[in-house]
């Protein structure tokens, strides 16, 4: 399932026509172009590519999702939702992207930087 870049990083990759139903957990990022029935556990980047389909729970440092969601994501920095993206159920994170025509139904609770991180 690990992949290595051209910029020789390892990353994980679930490919279109797979399907998963259980628990994923990554040490690096990962790449969903196939199917999860289950919950995404990643200590980096999620991406969910178009063909991507989640139901369940994702918890990662990033998330960019032009596939679809319907469950909930938690992101320690950001979360973009691109054009071709759909989520359906709860969103935690810091920073929030949405792209025109990207479909978001659910709620959105933003974390705010620490105090010692905002400028007076």
Request: hydrophobic fraction near 35%.
């Amino acid at each position: 399932m690990a992949t290595q870049q051209q910029s020789g990083t390892l990353f994980n990759a679930l490919t279109a026509g797979s399907k998963i139903i259980g628990t994923i957990i990554a040490d690096s990022d990962i790449r969903i172009d196939g199917q999860v029935e289950g919950d995404i556990q990643c200590s980096g980047k999620v991406v969910i590519g178009e063909q991507g389909k989640i139901k369940g729970t994702v918890n990662c440092q990033n998330a960019e999702i032009m596939g679809k969601v319907d469950g909930k994501v938690n992101t320690e920095n950001t979360f973009a939702l691109r054009s071709t993206g759909s989520l359906v159920g709860d969103l935690k994170t810091k920073v929030l992207i949405i792209e025109p025509n990207a479909q978001f139904n659910g709620t959105c609770s933003m974390k705010q930087a620490p105090a010692a991180e905002v400028k007076k």
